[in-house]
């Protein structure tokens, strides 16, 4: 059972930068694609960015590209998210996820089957 526990969330001041991390138990993070997403309160769940298991391959949403960069280790089985320039709606809680592909098709939640606890992301303005 593969276990995900995300790391670096925080308060910070509009403009200013925050790195995520999620570390994943298992030998076979590599295999997979990996996902962050976010949830404000009242709102949705949202799709944030997803990187592809080889880390070839990467995934934006509009609302972030240019501005956040996911990344990935194989060889320390985490993934990253370094988010700059944050704005205060980028405040909401931070999950990442682990696909059962190989890449990212662009189905958003339902292409992913592990789940981290999530970690709070706070931007004052």
């Known amino acids: 059972q593969v276990q995900l526990v995300e790391s670096g969330g925080g308060l910070v001041q509009a403009g200013g930068s925050l790195r995520l991390s999620c570390a994943a138990s298992?030998?076979?993070?590599?295999?997979?694609?990996m996902g962050w997403f976010r949830r404000a309160p009242g709102k949705e769940r949202e799709f944030v960015a997803a990187i592809s298991g080889s880390g070839g391959n990467t995934y934006y949403a509009d609302s972030v590209k240019g501005r956040f960069t996911i990344s990935r280790d194989n060889a320390k089985n985490t993934v990253y998210l370094q988010m700059n320039s944050l704005k205060p709606e980028d405040t909401a809680v931070y999950y990442c996820a682990q696909s059962w592909n190989r890449d990212y098709y662009g189905l958003g939640p339902g292409e992913f089957n592990t789940w981290g606890q999530g970690t709070q992301v706070t931007v004052s303005s």
């Open positions: 298992g030998r076979t993070f590599s295999r997979y694609a």
